[in-house]
């Protein structure tokens, strides 16, 4: 499509002022563009024919001769008019002063930059704003994002003028990953766009992938290594030695317990991962579950020295669910509350009815009074392996995934995890779930 040449036209699109009105362009003014030489090449064209009839006595040779005056005296009043073309590139749009291209801009969900060929900022958007703060006009890009691969970025793309892509991380106030693509803007010359994908979920479970792997491979192999010990020591040294063959038997037990829990729990963690939404639900009497699981926890309350008290408050007793899943939720955190809670003696479970988002729902809490944990830990307390002290943990037989699961599964049943502490003054662990229907 040609451009349209006409200031009176261009005016109207972009609603500047109208200049004075101006004639149509013709087709052919692109095929010989105005000036001398068009004028020179007219003069010529007519000269030609009348030279032709002049030299061979034509009739019409005088025609010709008046014909080759008119067309050098139009050609000459053309010339001294000193008609101004106007050049194509003065009506291309200005991505940085276009209000109409801002309103998309700004509605556009990731944070977008227009900088010049001298990598000047020339416009931002809202979320460019938002995300990376105010972007003064004719700031230089380079020493807005200044890492190494941007740098290189917008050297690249402003050298060969093709699209180029770099990862830029955002380290305050929160750790954000952007996927950066510059590209030159076509019909803008001397324009550049550069867009920032957030990949920032997509690196964070790339790097929970990689510490899973990392973790798992470490709590295996670790009592992997301890039974390989002992089984040497039992075909060496301690092959005749009674005692010790029983003591490193003992230990080899331990060990095993301990790796077949750990791979219970991984896959009870990769079967609701694989599943996350749970399609079958059934009214489950979670107060005769507590009671049940109260019942199968008293040798190890009894060994940790805690008591267990269950108060009910005249709640509902049927929520919406999977028994089972429920069944290790509540297993899960009553254990650990007995395990880490220890110091107080005591763990309190409460029910009462409460209503989120207008759904009656029941909402149990599990609370220990032992130790705490300390603030900085919460936001990551339910990451899988993630132990705020290792150690303990171990040493109370703990795998690292519990609150995985727990998280997983309250997930799965559409409830909330809520986690309150102090340190010195316990825990809270509140389940929500969804009421069931009364049978």
């Known amino acids: ?146 890492t190494a691969e941007m740098m290189d970025l917008v050297d690249a793309v402003l050298r060969d003028g093709r699209t180029h892509s770099a990862d830029y991380a955002e380290r305050s106030p929160l750790e954000r990953r952007y996927r950066v693509t510059a590209t030159p803007l076509p019909g803008a010359p001397g324009h550049y766009l550069a867009t920032f994908s957030d990949r920032t979920e997509v690196w964070r479970m790339e790097r929970m992938r990689s510490d899973f792997i990392a973790n798992a491979s470490h709590e295996l192999r670790t009592p992997l290594a301890s039974v390989s010990g002992f089984i040497e020591t039992l075909r060496g040294p301690a092959k005749d030695d009674p005692k010790a063959r029983d003591r490193f038997l003992g230990i080899m037990q331990d060990q095993a317990d301990r790796m077949a829990r750990l791979i219970d729990d991984l896959l009870s ?48 007793r049927l929520v919406a669910g999977e028994e089972d899943e429920l069944f290790q939720v509540f297993e899960n955190l009553i254990a650990n509350a007995c395990k880490y809670g220890s110091a107080g003696g005591r763990v309190d479970i409460d029910a009462r009815p409460v209503e989120i988002d207008g759904q009656r729902s029941l909402a149990v809490a599990v609370r220990d009074y032992g130790k705490g944990i300390p603030k900085e830990h919460l936001p990551r307390i339910t990451e899988r392996f993630y132990r705020v002290d290792a150690d303990e943990s171990r040493l109370r037989k703990g795998t690292g995934l519990g609150l995985a699961i727990v998280k997983h599964i309250v997930a799965r049943h559409r409830g909330q995890l809520r986690i309150e502490s102090e340190p010195g003054k316990g825990s809270v662990f509140t389940v929500i779930l969804p009421l069931g229907q009364n049978p």
């Open 269 to 316: 963690l990769s079967r609701l991962e694989m599943k996350p939404v749970l399609r079958r639900r059934q009214s489950v009497d979670l107060q005769a579950l507590m009671d049940r699981l109260i019942g199968s926890l008293a040798h190890l309350a009894g060994d940790n020295s805690v008591e267990i008290h269950c108060d009910w408050h005249e709640s509902p």
């Open 1 to 146: 499509m040609e451009a349209d040449l006409c200031p009176k036209r261009v005016a109207m699109k972009t609603g500047a002022a109208s200049p004075a009105p101006c004639a149509s362009t013709p087709k052919g003014s692109m095929l010989f563009p105005p000036g001398p030489w068009r004028s020179l090449l007219f003069v010529v064209l007519a000269a030609v024919p009348a030279l032709l009839l002049a030299l061979t006595g034509s009739p019409f040779a005088p025609a010709s001769v008046i014909l080759l005056l008119v067309v050098g005296a139009v050609q000459i009043w053309r010339l001294s008019r000193n008609e101004e073309v106007p050049d194509k590139t003065d009506f291309l749009p200005d991505p940085a002063n276009d209000e109409a291209a801002h309103v998309f801009a700004d509605a556009f969900p990731d944070p977008l930059v227009i900088f010049g060929r001298n990598a000047e900022v020339r416009f931002a958007n809202l979320a460019a704003r938002e995300i990376f703060g105010e972007f003064r006009q004719g700031a230089s890009f380079r020493l807005r994002f200044r």
